[in-house]
């Protein structure tokens, strides 16, 4: 969380976290009893005191800062994945997702190409977006796109031999996400 530099004195001592987990709503609060905190801080949500035992799968559904109009509102959700380890810190992984990806069959004849596709990916990390294609076997990348702004134009390429060809979408993980990968869309291609 990076504070506002433009709060007033004493107001930069809480932060309230709402989550939604599978046995409900809890909000997390955060205080400073030494003075007020500023710059960048770290929440680590599962080291809370209210955390909920067993709790690997959430949602962050509000932020407030320091008890002020300083919101962020939009739901984020997260993975814990733990190694069993109680001394050491479990990270979460913003989870991604992609919509908006046609995967309905398509026929198509020889030249001709799958319609320009406009395609929704929520945490996509810092990575790019893979368009594969299935050939003899092995996924291959056919372009990759980036995702920076959470929307994706997908172009295909044209289809050049009679038979049916197969197109994903892919969002590889890292530390931070969890990466996605759609549904297969096939392309039926004819003379």
Known sequence: MAYPSDLPQGQANDINIRLRTATGQITLNYHNNEGTWSGTRAFP???HRNWPAGTTDYTVEWV???GTNYHWEEGLRCLLETDGDDTTLDVPRAVTEIDDFDSDKV????????ATDLVTIDQPGLESVELQRLQRGDWRTKSTLPADSGRVLVSFPKERKKGTSRYRLVVPGSESVTGAVTDVLKVKVRR
């Open 45 to 47: 949500y599962s080291q």
């Open 64 to 66: 407030q800062v320091a």
């Open 107 to 114: 026929k198509l004849r020889r030249g001709q190409r799958v």
